[in-house]
């Protein structure tokens, strides 16, 4: 019995202020190509994955929106060069004078958000977390797959690929 690996990155904006989110909820999505049923075992595996993080779904005013998209077909995808995740949000305490933080901002963005690459890919998920009250794409997280979903297996290989999307996805939330 073979099982399937898939490799994950992710992207992140320096804006995000990851430390004061606490609340979730999705985006609607309504694409009629593919099934709902889909849709719930991401929603599933990212609703369990956030829960266990300490983040609470609210569906009134949530702090941030998760949206996702699987692709079916050939795809290219940009990369950046960032700090690592971990790293960057230990620096970024709530004590933090402001002033150097922007300015320490300024120089990192300068220096380390570039784009190295572009991967190409027969298929991929994507999970995307934006700031709710900014609006802004926050953290990205992609795994390329190509999904049969006519397989019987097509939803522990959706399981699969979003819990090793949102293993990058490693921000606690203090409620």
Do not use: C
């Not at 609210?58 to 995740?85: M, S």
């Amino acid at each position: 019995m073979s099982q399937k690996d898939y490799v994950a990155e992710y992207d992140f904006a320096y804006t995000g202020n990851f430390k004061r989110y606490k609340t979730f909820n999705f985006v609607g999505n309504n694409d009629q190509n593919d099934s709902i049923v889909f849709y719930q075992t991401i929603e599933n595996t990212i609703t369990n994955r956030l829960g266990s993080q300490g983040f609470k779904k609210d569906e009134e005013k949530p702090d941030i929106l998760i949206n996702y998209a699987i692709f079916n077909d050939r795809v290219r995808y940009r990369g950046y060069d960032q700090p690592n995740f971990d790293y960057w949000l230990d620096r970024r305490s709530e004590a933090t004078d402001m002033e150097k933080l922007n300015e320490a901002e300024a120089r990192e963005r300068d220096e380390t958000y570039n784009s190295v690459r572009f991967l190409e890919n027969n298929g991929m998920l994507v999970v995307f977390v934006i700031d709710n009250k900014r609006g802004n794409t926050i953290w990205q997280g992609y795994a390329p797959a190509s999904f049969d979903f006519l397989s019987p297996e097509i939803h522990t290989d959706l399981t699969r690929a979003t819990y090793r999307v949102m293993d990058q996805f490693r921000v606690l939330s203090k409620r």
